[in-house]
């Protein structure tokens, strides 16, 4: 009983996360990726570097991101990012730390044992990312994660790498995103147990982006991302700049089972009640608001089995003038 609350306390944002290592990473994202349900979209800000570090590969000046994130109660997260150019390209840095609050012990019974457990996660990614002409992109970040459940005293340490590309071959209308995120193990175990080497959550995706020529500043994405542990998720997702002050995002999130559902329940008209249809579907919305070197982004995610999620990133360009 105890891991199981440990585990929605600390992975609050996958509810089948499955038995892979260090599922929280998958909550370490900037406010603009939480407003499209987790897609990470190319762009000049660093709040997917953790998924795609090719993303950011444009940045062409230096940036400093300050974000938070607030979901279930007690739940805190908080990160910093800075990026700047180098050779070429673009290197930028993200520390990121999330503590799941207190949560109390239960024994191998079931009964309360009146200690109270704090864990924590930290981690420290470093990515570099570099254009190469007009229509292509590539990137690599390597990342060290660190989680303490706050059981027999031990830490879980591991590392990553992610790997990503951008390509535009042909239209300028469409852009595609290919990447591998978390390839890596544990080195050691979080708790007394578990000491050996274990799977870190990895991820394969791949993003298209569409620029419809019939509306200005507007971007439709759809993202195909399969965890290792869990089902393949589907996400779509928009973006639109009104003007060089503001712009808002939305998106939704599925997976190849309730799409299943959804086959079943609205084209074959056919109920099952012991497999409840369309239970986890998940939407988000979001905004920035740019004033000269400073950019203010907010995401919100709506989840019908948990908590939703809060998300601000204050972003610096530093060497910029204006929008």
Known sequence: MFLLALAAAT?????DAGTAEFV??????????????????????????????????????????????????GVQQGDAVY???????????????QSSGDITGYGESGELTGKIHRPQEMLLDVAFA?????????????KAVEENLDIDNSQAWGLGVDLGVVAQPG????????????????????????RGFGPMPLTFGLTTRFNPSSIHGLALYTDLQKPVDNDIFVRFGFEHRLNEWFDFRGGF??????????FRVLILRRQDPGNPSLMDQRW????????????????????????GVHSITLSWDIDASGS
């Open 11 to 15: 992975f609050a944002q996958y509810s």
């Open 24 to 73: 929280f990473l998958r909550n370490f994202q900037g406010a603009r990726t939480v407003g499209m349900c987790g897609i990470p979209a190319p762009g000049e800000d660093l709040s997917g570097m953790g998924l795609q570090p090719a993303a950011f590969a444009r940045l062409a000046h230096t940036r400093v991101e300050i974000g938070s994130r607030i979901q279930m109660q």
């Open 83 to 97: 990026g700047a150019p180098v050779a070429g390209g673009l290197v930028a840095g993200r520390l990121d730390y």
């Open 130 to 142: 570099e254009p190469l002409g007009d229509r292509f992109a590539w990137g690599v970040g390597v």
């Open 171 to 194: 239209s300028r209308q469409l852009a595609y995103s290919a990447y591998v995120s978390n390839l890596g193990t544990k080195l050691t175990g979080s708790t007394a147990s578990e």
């Open 253 to 262: 999130r599925t997976d190849l089972p309730e799409i299943r559902d959804a």
């Open 284 to 307: 988000a919305a979001g905004g920035s608001v740019h004033f000269d070197q400073f950019i203010l982004s907010y995401g919100f995610q709506w989840w019908q089995l948990l908590d």
